[in-house]
C-alpha cells in the first residue's frame, strides 16, 4: 500500500484484481464472463476489469483504468463492463470505499431471485463484519437505473442484494470487498441451513445484538445496519 496517500499503486491494484478475479471463479461465485471487479487509485481514478472475460483467466494488462467520471484512461484490447457505472456510483457516493466487487454466489444470488433480504439475527460474525444485506429492486443489469437504485443504501450498509441478479459489496480495500462478497455467500448459506431446511433457529437478544454492535464499533465499522433481536435469547439452554 502506498503510504503517502494509502492508495495502493497501479501494480498493486490490477495484481490483486487478479487475485480476486481467480478466487471468484474457483468458488463458484461466478460463471462464463460474469462478475466484475475495480478498485481506486487516487481521489478519482480506479482500475476495473474489462468485459467479455472470465474472472478466472484474467491478466493484468487486460484491466482498465477510468476516472471517476467514466472517462477511460488507458485500456487493453476490450472495454470495461457496462457494470461498471454501478462501482463508479457506490465510490461518489462515500468518498471512503476504496474498492468493489459484483458476482452471483449462488446461495447469495437465490436469496435476491426470492426478494429476500439477509436480515437475521443469529450469527454474530454476520453481524460483525457484514451487517445487514438488503435486497434492492431489479433492474436491467448494466442499465443506468442500478446505480440509482443502490445509491439510496451505499451510505448504511456494505453489501447488497440486487433482485434476480446477484451481489454487489464494497470495502476499504481490494481484500475487504472481497471477503463482505464471501462473508455474504456464508450468511446466507447459513440462514439456509438453519431456517429453511432445518427450519429453526435462535434469534440473538436485543442485548447480545447490541453487544455485537459494540464489537463492530470499536473495529471502525459505522455502516451495517442492525438486524433485530429478540427480547428474551432463546439460546442460553444446552440443547440435550
Not at 145 to 166: C, E, F, M, R
Amino acid at each position: 500500500m502506498n503510504k503517502i496517500n494509502q492508495y495502493p499503486t497501479d501494480a498493486e491494484a490490477k495484481k490483486t484484481i487478479v487475485e480476486i478475479g481467480r478466487r471468484m471463479y474457483a468458488k463458484n461465485f461466478v460463471a462464463a464472463n460474469d462478475g466484475n471487479i475495480s478498485c481506486k487509485v487516487g481521489d478519482e481514478t480506479i482500475w476495473t476489469t474489462p468485459t467479455g472475460v472470465s474472472k478466472g483467466f484474467m491478466s493484468e494488462n487486460e484491466m482498465v483504468k477510468m476516472c471517476l467520471d467514466g472517462t477511460i484512461i488507458s485500456q487493453g484490447e476490450r472495454a470495461p463492463s457496462s457494470e461498471v457505472k454501478m462501482h463508479l456510483r457506490i465510490y461518489n457516493e462515500r468518498t471512503d470505499v476504496m474498492a468493489v466487487c459484483h458476482a452471483h454466489p449462488p446461495i447469495a444470488t437465490s436469496f435476491a431471485i426470492a426478494g429476500t433480504a439477509l436480515n437475521q439475527a443469529i450469527y454474530p460474525e454476520a453481524i460483525v463484519n457484514l451487517g445487514i444485506v438488503p435486497c434492492v429492486h431489479y433492474e436491467t443489469p448494466g442499465s443506468p437505473k442500478i446505480p440509482d437504485s443502490i445509491a439510496p443504501y451505499v451510505q448504511d450498509y456494505n453489501a447488497l442484494l440486487l433482485a434476480n441478479h446477484g451481489v454487489v459489496t464494497w470495502g476499504t480495500s481490494l481484500m475487504d470487498a472481497w471477503y463482505r462478497m464471501e462473508s455474504t455467500e456464508h450468511y446466507a448459506m447459513i440462514i439456509m441451513y438453519s431456517i429453511n431446511i432445518i427450519g429453526k433457529a435462535n434469534v440473538l437478544s436485543c442485548d447480545q445484538v447490541n453487544e455485537l454492535i459494540q464489537i463492530r464499533k470499536k473495529m471502525g465499522v459505522t455502516s451495517g445496519g442492525v438486524p433485530s433481536g429478540v427480547v428474551s435469547p432463546s439460546n442460553l439452554i444446552d440443547a440435550l
